[in-house]
Every structure is written in structure tokens, then in C-alpha cells.
């Protein structure tokens, strides 16, 4: 998850090289018909471990890793379901920050 995560947000490219990029993440997920409500706890837990390594509280970097946890997670719940029709192969997603100017805390 590590790794993962430092790949999307720009760090090094470890979890492709590694692990098997997108569609080994992609495969821990198939089946388990994740539910709403767990989604929802997953969410909570990231957020809650975003503090607990003091990832940097800058808006702009929380509000686009919040971003990427919803958009990450309402997508894991869909590719989870029995027969979902998901697509097999695709790039590790990059998300960034910094569209808003700087914050000056
Ligand atoms: C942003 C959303 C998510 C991302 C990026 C993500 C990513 C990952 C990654 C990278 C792994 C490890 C794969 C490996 O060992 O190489 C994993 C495993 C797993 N994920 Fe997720 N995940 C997400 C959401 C969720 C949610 C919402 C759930 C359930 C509530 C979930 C349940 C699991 C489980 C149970 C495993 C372990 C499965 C196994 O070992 O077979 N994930 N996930």
C-alpha cells in the first residue's frame, strides 16, 4: 500500500517495478464485494494514518490525497463486486497538487 501510494503521489515508480503496477492491485480486490460501509471505515483508517506518519498538512497536498481516497475507493468497491466488468490493465493513476496557489500557513 506503501509503495503504491508513493507512486501515485509522484514518488518512485517501485510498486510497477516490484509488484506488477495496476493489475495487481487491481486483483486483491476482485470478488471481495467490498460494502458501503466498509469503503467508508477504509476512508476513515487512511485518513486517520495520514496523521498518525504526519503526512505534510498543507490543503492542498490533504485535499488531494482525500480526493484520491474517495476516487480510489468508490472505484475498489465497484471492481469488487461478483461480475464486475472491470478493465484489467491500466496505468497507475498520478494525482498532484498545487492547482491553488500556495498556502501560506
Ligand atoms: C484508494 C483505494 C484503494 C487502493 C489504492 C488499494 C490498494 C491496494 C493495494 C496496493 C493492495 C496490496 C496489493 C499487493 O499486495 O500488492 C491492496 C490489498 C487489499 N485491499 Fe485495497 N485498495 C483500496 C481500497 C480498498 C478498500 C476500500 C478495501 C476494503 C474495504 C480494500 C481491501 C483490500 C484487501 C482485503 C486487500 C488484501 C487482499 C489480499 O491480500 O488478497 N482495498 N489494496
Redesign the pocket.
Known amino acids: 500500500?506503501a509503495t503504491?501510494l508513493a507512486e501515485v503521489f509522484g514518488g518512485p515508480a517501485t510498486?510497477s517495478a516490484e509488484?506488477g503496477g495496476y493489475p495487481?492491485?487491481l486483483n486483491?480486490?476482485l470478488g471481495?464485494a467490498?460494502t458501503e460501509p466498509?469503503?467508508r471505515?477504509?476512508v476513515n483508517l487512511m485518513m486517520d494514518a495520514a496523521d498518525e506518519v504526519d503526512l505534510p498538512a498543507d490543503p492542498e497536498f490533504r485535499a488531494a490525497f482525500a480526493g484520491?481516497?474517495e476516487w480510489?475507493?468508490r472505484l475498489?468497491?465497484s471492481n469488487s463486486q461478483p461480475g464486475a466488468n472491470s478493465a484489467r490493465e491500466a496505468p497507475v493513476p498520478r494525482w498532484g497538487w498545487g492547482v491553488a496557489p500556495p498556502y501560506q500557513g
Open positions: 500500500m503504491w510498486y509488484r495487481t492491485m486483491h480486490h471481495k467490498i466498509q469503503r471505515r477504509w484520491y481516497v480510489g475507493t475498489a468497491l
